[in-house]
């Protein structure tokens, strides 16, 4: 029981990196969620943000405007503004209408218009809307005039079809639920690596380790001892991030999604305390401990699409990042956002995810044996 | 003086963890950018996407919508033709991102979320439609041949009627402000350099900053001596870097090479100035003063947007003097002046404003150092 104090003692001392840990974890998550729309289960439009700056006065200018704010977000951002805002997508179109537009299109000149854009699929989608319009009114002033043919041209772009959601899962707050099961890595990784390497280097200071050897304090047992506590504390690390999880996702989290992504936490989180007792064991080198941390736990965060999603990562990437068991706890987050239905063949793949999880967690535990037993023949 | 310097250097050069954090920790988290973002705008354009048309009957008989969607089958989009069961599979399997159907004469579109690619399918089977209403619209009207008018329609609806004038600046790709934001990070982690050459020179800070106090050189020559030393310590892990980044990472510093190494050289000034001013300012341990350091840099980098640009982007337009007083965003706005904009006025604010920073942390260090005397410590 001493042994087992002393550590929850040594552990009390770092608890400030372990309380700015979960903070960062809960900003990045509170951020996420800022944007969410709320919940969403009807099917809607995607709208590109954009600019216009109008000079023509004609009505026709003033419809083409209005069927442009039907299916984008229409900013108001001043000229000086625009190249910023645009460099970092506030927005994905600038349009210039000059004076000229209505009269081109009566005249049946060819339109002639200013652009400045992102180049990204919202702005080629809003180049379509502008060619559309364009389009129908070059056809319809053969044949209307005045406010017919503004009115015919409405009529015809605004025929809208069917779009059914053939889903009843709440696809957005599991992709922001992913995000955070994602980000634990960094948390998980960071907070075991921290506590277990700083105890394990207090406790191999060498003058501690030479008067544990010679105590009548039974070895083995001293290490359960140090391994309990190190376990404890970051189950209840674990606790703490599942009951954020709970807060930030309520009803989410009692689901059968919401459950898979508590399962898989827990089979990660004792891989984690695997690997912080590997590295502890390698290094007690305090001055050496941050530096490891911040590669390893932002290195994996990085490489296994914690922080940016992992379909946006280059292929050569993601196969590399499959000999580290943090791919694999990412893999089944992302199987488990979209999960409809439990049957046989939808689980099999977390199942074999979890499986290589545990078989990482296995080979972490030898190796720090076989690690152990080296050093222990040197001392 | 010389003596002093050459010795600051070689101590420097020598510390492990200050080489680390300076040096290292920089490029390998570059490494980890390059690896996150590298394909991010490359999927930000639009491609060809996969989606299913039910090819039941009504399909089969709907003459216009068949002739169109098999005309734009591998330009805007791949389409598979099965039936509705095996589309509502590829679509749970998300091997597409939506599926036609045609009850009787109007099509249905089936998709699992809302997205810009379900959106633009949408907007295709739409503007079929809408082809349909114009040639219906027209042949009600009276007084035209409809198979004239429907040849003419159909050609003008083919015909490009716009031009469209791109005026957009040519370097719009965003991931570089991550790399940017870096570079300030280490400018400001170089304060770390400082703060260790400065240190030894305290009493109060060690046997060292003792034996130095009571050397009949002055006080003046020590710090200027150290801060110099550090100064190039600095420097060169920024240089390092730099070449790093652009020779391996192919980082886009635009085309003023000078001016991109002016920009350096004066915020690692700012950020070497920062650990002086941070050593003689606070009394409390070194590891404090250190930890000190990295949160500051972390906030500020982050603020200057390490941790997602759009964080810096709302800085700026809501509360620009945060990002004026910033060193880290002054240094990485610098360097997006100089990729982003033609004009180099906000390269020479940021320029000048770093300027500032520098003056002021060294005026309010030499105050606070200056004259100190012991009794006895």
């Known amino acids: 029981m001493i042994v087992f104090k002393t550590v929850l003692k040594v552990i009390n001392r770092l608890k400030g990196m372990l309380i700015l840990y979960t903070v960062i974890l809960v900003a990045i998550s509170l951020m996420n969620q800022f944007n969410s729309k709320g919940t969403v289960i009807t099917y809607q439009e995607t709208k590109p943000n954009i600019v216009i700056y109008n000079e023509d006065d004609n009505i026709l200018a003033k419809e083409f405007i209005n069927y442009l704010d039907k299916h984008t977000n229409i900013k108001k951002i001043s000229k000086d503004k625009i190249d910023d805002a645009l460099f970092y997508r506030d927005i994905s179109y600038v349009l210039y209408i000059d004076s000229n537009f209505s009269s081109d299109i009566l005249a049946g000149n060819k339109v002639k218009l200013d652009y400045k854009s992102t180049e990204d699929y919202n702005s080629s989608y809003t180049e379509m809307l502008i060619d559309k319009y364009v389009k129908v009114a070059s056809i319809y002033k053969d044949y209307y005039s005045d406010l017919e043919l503004t009115k015919n041209i409405e009529d015809t772009v605004s025929k809208e079809i069917k779009v059914n959601l053939s889903t009843k899962l709440d696809v957005d707050s599991l992709s922001y639920a992913t995000a955070y099961f994602n980000y634990l890595n960094y948390s998980f990784l960071a907070g075991s690596l921290y506590v277990i390497s700083m105890v394990l280097s207090s406790m191999k200071e060498k003058n501690v380790y030479k008067r544990t050897i010679i105590s009548s304090y039974d070895y083995k047992r001293h290490n359960k001892d140090v391994l309990l506590a190190n376990s404890i504390v970051l189950f209840g690390l674990y606790l703490i991030y599942m009951l954020f999880g709970y807060i930030l996702f309520k009803d989410l989290m009692f689901t059968n999604n919401g459950i898979l992504y508590i399962i898989n936490s827990f089979i990660y989180v004792i891989c984690t305390l695997s690997i912080g007792f590997l590295i502890g064991t390698i290094t007690q080198n305090k001055s050496a401990i941050s530096g490891i941390i911040n590669v390893v736990a932002l290195g994996t965060s990085f490489l296994c699409g914690c922080f940016v999603p992992i379909e946006y990562m280059p292929e050569s990437v993601v196969n590399l990042s499959k000999i580290l068991p943090t791919h694999y706890f990412v893999s089944t987050n992302e199987l488990i956002k979209s999960l409809d239905k439990i049957d046989f063949n939808s689980i099999l793949p977390i199942i074999t995810n979890s499986l290589i999880i545990i078989v990482f967690t296995i080979v972490f535990i030898i190796l720090t044996n076989i690690i152990n037993k080296k050093k222990q023949k040197i001392a | ?377």
């Open chain 2, 1 to 377: 003086m010389f003596h002093n310097f050459k010795y600051t250097l070689k101590t420097l050069f020598r510390t492990k963890a200050l080489i680390f954090w300076t040096f290292a920790f920089p490029i390998i988290l570059g490494l980890f950018f390059n690896m996150a973002f590298s394909n991010l705008e490359n999927d930000e354009k639009i491609k060809v996407f996969d989606i299913a048309i039910v090819n039941n009957q009504a399909y089969e008989e709907n003459i216009i919508y068949k002739n169109v969607l098999d005309e734009l089958n591998d330009k805007v989009y791949t389409a598979k033709y099965v039936s509705k069961e095996e589309a509502e599979t590829l679509l749970e399997d998300r091997q597409i991102y939506g599926y036609l159907y045609f009850d009787g004469d109007n099509p249905e579109i089936y998709v699992r979320k809302s997205g810009i690619y379900q959106t633009i399918l949408k907007f295709i089977i739409e503007e079929v439609e809408q082809r349909k209403n114009v040639l219906n619209n027209i042949a009600l009207k009276e007084g035209y041949n409809f198979s004239n008018v429907a040849e003419d329609i159909m050609t003008k609806l083919d015909s490009e009627v716009l031009t469209l004038n791109n005026k957009s600046n040519s370097n719009l790709s965003y991931t570089v402000i991550e790399f940017y934001t870096l570079i300030a990070m280490a400018a400001m982690y170089g304060g770390t350099i400082g703060l260790n050459a400065i240190n030894s020179s305290l009493a109060n800070m060690g046997e060292v900053g003792k034996r130095s106090s009571i050397t009949p050189t002055k006080k003046s020559v020590l710090v200027i001596s150290k801060a110099i030393a550090s100064y190039i310590v600095a420097l060169t892990g920024i240089a390092i870097l730099m070449l790093f980044l652009y020779f391996v990472i192919h980082v886009d510093f635009g085309s003023n090479l000078l001016y991109v190494i002016l920009l350096a050289f004066v915020g690692t000034l700012a950020g070497t100035s920062l650990g002086i001013l941070v050593a003689s300012a606070f009394k409390c341990s070194h590891d404090a003063k250190i930890g000190i350091i990295i949160a500051v840099t972390m906030f500020l980098s982050v603020l200057a947007g390490m941790m997602g640009i759009t964080l810096k982007y709302v800085i700026d337009t809501n509360l620009p003097f945060v990002n004026m007083l910033n060193p880290c965003n002054m240094i990485t706005d610098g360097f997006y002046a100089l990729y982003y904009y033609n004009t180099l006025n906000r390269f020479w604010f940021d320029i000048v404003s770093l300027l500032l920073f520098t003056i002021l942390c060294l005026i309010i260090s030499s105050v606070l150092i200056r004259r100190e005397k012991y009794d006895s410590i």
